[in-house]
């Protein structure tokens, strides 16, 4: 199985900053990887998808990038509602694999 | 809009048994491959199953294997999760997915297995 590891499990930034996180497959996944967003009591929304592919309707402040074994996540100009939790996937292959999660929290 | 709405969910004792459903619209559901994911109270997300698009391959979890079973009918648009010797590690909420890489989600449908 392919474990995905995400860091860190929980930032702490303030309105208006950039904040990045990581995403490592423990073995290459080319660029099938996509980024989760979860607020409290919702469902996950697909944020980036194919590494760095902007899922429709998303804004351009989420970027994400990466290939192989190493991925991130950026969000730039932070906003309240970008306050949530963050997940990395592999869809590379069977089983599907997630990353632990990443809570991104007001400073 | 693309629409996933599951159903089925409830409370169960252990070894008990439910089928989940996931009724879709807004997209042409027999060309894409659909998924159930789940989320234990306070955890992360859990893949569980995936099939293809015309239902003739199916995935599962280790987890669940041998006890779950994933299946479509692409005359209703609805995927559906028979889950067969529910284990107290089972409970949580069960969501759809539109394809592998959770394209979109429905809201999710709860199951508690509890005595």
């Known amino acids: 199985d392919i474990q995905m590891t995400q860091s860190p499990s929980s930032l702490s930034a303030s309105v208006g900053d950039r904040v990045t996180i990581t995403c490592r497959a423990s073995q290459d996944i080319s660029n099938s990887l996509v980024w989760f967003q979860q607020k409290p009591g919702k469902a996950p929304k697909s944020l980036i998808y194919a590494a760095s592919s902007l899922q429709s309707g998303v804004p351009s402040k989420f970027s994400g990038s990466g290939s192989g074994t190493d991925f991130t996540l950026t969000i730039s100009s932070l906003q309240p509602g970008d306050f949530a939790t963050y997940y990395c996937?592999?869809?590379?292959?069977?089983?599907?694999?997630f990353g632990q999660g990443t809570r991104l929290e007001i400073k | 809009e693309v629409q996933l709405l599951e159903s089925g969910g409830g409370l169960v004792q252990p070894g008990g048994s439910l089928r989940l459903s996931c009724a879709a619209s807004g997209f042409t559901f027999s060309s894409y491959a659909m998924s159930w994911v789940r989320q234990a109270p306070g955890k992360g997300l859990d893949w569980v199953s995936s099939i293809s698009g015309s239902g003739g391959s199916t995935y599962y979890a280790d987890s669940v294997k041998g006890r779950f079973t994933i299946s479509r009918d692409n005359s209703k648009n609805t995927v559906y999760l028979q889950m067969n010797s529910l284990r107290a590690e089972d409970t949580a909420l069960y969501y759809c997915?539109?394809?592998?890489?959770?394209?979109?989600w429905g809201q999710g449908t709860r199951v508690t297995v509890s005595s």
């Open positions: 996937q592999q869809y590379k292959s069977y089983p599907i694999t």
């Open positions: 997915a539109k394809t592998v890489a959770g394209e979109n």
